[in-house]
């Protein structure tokens, strides 16, 4: 039995649209920021057949049944039982599926002895889902070409901050991440105009993470957010993700750094808005936040480590 937990990251410059052909390969370079606190813990066991078991209930889960497909035409992987286990909400925009396939690859590599360094469980984890690239490493985190394997660039210790998390809707979102991107790759005038700028977006994180600047690192995440949901709105039919309580976050949190704190908003493919901001403001900034009509619960999170066993 091999027991391994993964976090959540969220991404300040977003990855959306896929390229064409095998590997699921992003179109778009991306910078994502590991969390502690919230986490996936997987158990994976040798078994008679295959068991997947996700928050206690059995399921089918094709994402996972494909990955363990393509995994098997490398590598002796004997039956599995798969147990995996969200301590925060699946499918609500929270990525679940990055902690998920980052837990998975590096259990299913422990357990089974196939020797993957971290660029290699990045690789893999990618197949499984893109953002599940960046998991595997904690702290900043960027994702991009010739080779697709994510590249820690700071650690978490290094420059610490929180992430406050206004969650305004806890319901299942209705439009997958996959889904939404090949709809706004074949029906969004504006698909071409966002690959194209993406390029420079992502180095402009990248600097603002390598110096620390706070300022510069939130004017290019709010500006990468909003890019990518006018792609989303723009698409046909339109992937809308926000409710009212998403605008009211967004534009109290534009307020406030108005004001001089310093945080910042990014969203990902659901309604919950990320407030990342500095430790020493995340408590006032969580309160001006839970007093707004429509936001359900509001959690404070640091930054977190990569993907790691456990229990072997
Ligand atoms: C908006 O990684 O979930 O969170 O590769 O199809 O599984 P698949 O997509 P996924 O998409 C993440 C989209 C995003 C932005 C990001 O995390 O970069």
């Known amino acids: ?23 699921n390969i992003p179109a778009t370079p991306s910078l994502s920021i590991t969390l502690d606190t919230l986490c996936t ?28 497909d393509q995994l098997r035409r490398e590598f002796q992987v004997p039956p599995l039982s798969i147990e995996s286990t969200n ?5 609500a925009g929270l990525a679940s599926s990055a902690s998920g396939f980052a837990a998975l690859i590096t259990a299913i590599d422990a357990h089974c002895g196939l020797n993957m360094d971290a660029t290699r469980r990045s690789q893999w984890a990618r197949r499984g889902s893109g953002s599940a690239a960046r998991s595997v490493f904690g702290g900043f985190v960027s994702l991009q070409p010739p080779d697709w394997a994510a590249q820690p660039l700071r650690p978490a210790s290094d420059w610490p901050l929180t ?38 977006a992502w180095r402009e994180g990248r600097n603002a993470v390598e110096q620390r600047d706070f300022n510069a690192l939130a ?30 976050v967004i534009h109290t949190i534009r307020g406030l750094r ?19 901001c500095l430790p020493e403001v995340a408590d006032s900034v969580a309160s001006s936040l839970r007093s707004l009509p429509g936001v359900v619960t509001v959690m404070n999170v640091g930054l977190g480590p990569g993907a790691s066993v456990v229990d072997a």
């Open 219 to 248: 004017a290019i995440a709010e500006h990468s957010t909003l890019a990518m949901h006018a792609l989303m709105i723009s698409s046909r039919p339109p992937l809308l993700y926000w409710n009212p309580a998403s605008l009211a």
């Open 163 to 200: 992430v406050v998390i206004a969650i305004t809707d806890t319901e299942r979102k209705t439009v997958s991440s996959s889904h939404g991107m090949e709809r706004s790759r074949l029906t969004s005038p504006y698909y071409p105009a966002w690959i194209d700028s993406t390029q420079a």
């Open 1 to 23: 039995m091999t027991r391994v937990i993964a976090h959540p990251n969220i991404a300040l410059i977003k990855y959306w649209g896929k390229a064409d052909g095998p590997g």
């Open 87 to 91: 301590n925060f909400p699946t499918g």
């Open 258 to 276: 108005e004001a001089g704190v310093p945080v910042f908003f990014t969203i990902d493919a659901g309604p919950q808005v990320k407030a990342v």
């Open 41 to 68: 813990t997987t158990t994976v066991e040798d078994a008679p057949r295959d068991e997947i078991r996700l928050n206690g209930q059995v399921t089918t889960d094709a994402k996972v049944a494909k990955f363990l």
